[in-house]
């Protein structure tokens, strides 16, 4: 089943996110990175996304919480501007807002899974699909670094133009997404934990 209108924004929201030139020192390379990411036990975060829209004077704002606990689980609860969550769960996507629950096999729908694995291929450190599926750009070092990433995708193309991430060593600070329509989203970062480890408690709450 085709996703619909909504379920796609929302499923281009959350695999956003600010961009910025940072001075880069090269002392950590891609690879490197990579591994950090790879042997974090979890991510907890606050976030903040602004969404601006080519037919928007201003930005949409959203603000929240997000865990990530490896290797396929993310979620992000959103606090304002009104209450909503996004879960994934290997392939099951679950969306719940106010105008209710929708939920998605991924397995059925290759591209949006590609969409919202953009964010995954990074804190589960999988070099290996980063250079399978992407064009990669990167630079930096322990104290800061940028990642640009570009679809191979053609079809994926047609929806996304590109992400650019910005982090410091093992931690992700900002993330930007740009649709191929003009939308760009932006998300910040704040009160990262890296290496969070969930108890089975949490991870039955979360997820």
């Not at 996703?3 to 499923?11: D, E, H, N, Q, V």
């Not at 080519?54 to 997000?66: H, I, M, N, T």
């Not at 996304?160 to 740009?178: F, N, P, T």
């Not at 932006?186 to 039955?204: G, I, N, S």
């Amino acid at each position: 089943m085709a996703a619909s209108a909504p379920l796609r924004a929302w499923i281009v929201a959350f695999a956003a996110s600010c961009s910025c030139a940072p001075a880069f020192a090269q002392t950590l390379s891609l690879p490197e990175l990579m591994a950090k990411f790879k042997a974090s036990r979890g991510v907890e975060a606050e976030f903040r996304e602004e969404k601006a829209l080519p037919l928007l004077a201003e930005p949409l704002v959203s603000e929240g919480v997000f865990y990530f606990a490896p290797p396929d689980r993310m979620v992000r609860f959103t606090r304002t501007p009104e209450p909503a969550s996004m879960l994934l769960d290997g392939n099951r996507l679950r969306i719940e807002d106010s105008l209710g629950v929708e939920e998605m096999d991924l397995g059925a729908e290759p591209m949006a899974k590609q969409l919202v694995s953009q964010l995954l291929v990074l804190l589960r450190g999988d070099f290996e699909a980063l250079e399978q599926d992407y064009r990669v750009a990167y630079e930096g070092g322990d104290e800061v670094w940028r990642l640009d990433l570009a679809t191979r995708s053609l079809r994926l193309r047609a929806v996304v133009e590109g992400l650019s991430l910005v982090g410091r060593a093992g931690r992700l600070d900002q993330m930007v997404l740009r649709g191929a329509n003009g939308e760009t989203t932006r998300t910040r970062y704040m009160r990262v934990v890296t290496d969070r480890a969930f108890t089975e408690a949490e991870l039955a709450r979360l997820f």
